[in-house]
């Protein structure tokens, strides 16, 4: 029943949230989330869809939950593990809004927690929060279903054996652990936006998630410049979405892109973030907020040839100063090859060739190509666009860059 599975989606991971805060398990509360999904599909087509759906899953799922911790007694060790008795169990009367969405924020905080490896975090929290399925998450980052399954599970287990509490952190973790969140989220959209690997450029579908979770963590977190940081990031960059490809998937770069197409919403919804961000930082910006003050650059000039490239580069100054970084500098290198010439940009890409981080990463070549390109030696450029071609993993990167190499031919 297409009904209950859309209710589901929406609503998996309030359930899961609200189940956790009872069994203090995200692998046990997940189960239980699933049981109360096929309860409805029994039940739905024969009864109608109820008036609050959502409300009755959660409910239905909370009952099992109560049911669970009363029949089992091998749960015992679980109560005992946590320091819970049956007193200890939440009434069965509807949460308030904000005791739902103070349960929503326990689990991301739980789902990307630290002990847990980078794969792990996003995987976890693309099922549990973003509501896509194994075979979902298998096919957007191009792995098996049952290594991705295992992921998952080792997941879970991971945070039950670790005794991971269901909280919200607070003090001096609470920066770390929200750095851990909002890197989830942006590799998340960032796999979405430009694919490592795979037949195609974009897979739209990552974006929306991360854009969602974004927007969610946002309005639970309504204090944290950082978190509108990144929302204004991902707002502005998903912008650009249908510009980005061509009639046949094909890459177009953004001195190519017909600015037309770029979702105007989605630009003022990314302005309206980092004024926000703005607005409830105690300090100086941090590398979100930097980086969408760099996207929203881009956002502002109607014409590729009217880019505020020196306010860009002092943009990425501030940002390698706060989180110095090879790829960051690489990209002031563009900015500055813009703003005062491919020659003081190539001098600067130069410098980083012998960096470690920056030996496999192709677009390294690639940028020298463009400078060398610019600067006419066409050769060179030719060499760096293949070097940049047998790089990268995606299908689609390759033909452009191989296609940028014959054009020096």
Wanted: aromatic share 4%; hydrophobic share 45%.
């Amino acid at each position: 029943m297409e009904t209950v599975e859309a209710v589901f989606r929406i609503e998996s991971a309030r359930i899961i949230a609200g189940v956790t805060r009872i069994v203090r398990d995200v692998g046990i509360a997940e189960e239980i989330a699933q049981d109360a999904l096929v309860a409805a599909l029994e039940q739905w087509p024969e009864s109608g869809v109820p008036d609050k759906p959502g409300a009755w899953l959660m409910a239905t799922a909370k009952h099992r939950a109560i049911d669970l911790v009363r029949r089992k007694e091998t749960y015992a060790r679980k109560l005992a593990e946590v320091g819970r008795t049956l007193e200890d169990v939440p009434p069965l009367e509807p949460a308030d809004a904000e005791d739902i969405d103070d349960d929503l924020l326990r689990l991301i905080f739980t789902a990307c927690h630290p002990v847990l490896s980078t794969e792990a975090r996003i995987a976890l929290t693309l099922r549990l929060l973003g509501g896509l399925t194994t075979e979902e998450i298998a096919r957007a980052f191009l792995a098996t279903e049952p290594a991705v399954a295992q992921r998952i599970v080792r997941a879970k287990r991971a945070l039950a054996k670790a005794g991971v509490p269901f909280e919200v952190p607070y003090g001096s973790e609470r920066a770390a652990r929200l750095d851990s969140v909002l890197e989830v989220i942006y590799l998340v959209f960032n796999e979405g936006y430009s694919a490592t690997a795979g037949d195609d450029w974009q897979r739209p579908a990552l974006c929306e998630d991360a854009l969602r979770l974004a927007r969610v963590l946002a309005g639970l977190m309504p204090k944290e410049p950082e978190v509108h940081g990144l929302v204004a990031l991902l707002e502005i960059q998903a912008s650009r979405t249908a510009a980005r490809t061509g009639p046949g998937g094909e890459p177009v770069l953004l001195a190519d892109q017909n600015r037309s197409r770029w979702n105007q919403l989605l630009i003022r919804r990314g302005f309206a973030a980092l004024g926000r961000a703005n607005a409830v930082a105690a300090g100086a910006p941090g590398p979100y907020a930097l980086q969408a003050a760099i996207a929203a650059c881009h956002a502002k000039a109607v014409r590729y040839e009217e880019t505020d490239w020196s306010t860009i580069a002092v943009l990425y100054g501030q940002l390698a100063a706060l989180t110095p970084s090879p790829v960051v500098e690489l990209n002031r290198a563009v900015a500055i090859s813009m703003a005062e010439g491919p020659a003081a940009g190539l001098e600067l890409v130069d410098a980083l060739a012998e960096e470690p981080a920056l030996k496999e990463y192709h677009l390294l070549p690639s940028v020298r190509g463009d400078l060398l390109a610019r600067l006419g030696r066409r050769a060179e450029a030719r060499a760096e666009f293949e070097r940049a071609a047998s790089l990268t993993r995606n299908a689609r990167e390759r033909e452009l860059l191989l296609a940028r190499a014959e054009e020096r031919g």
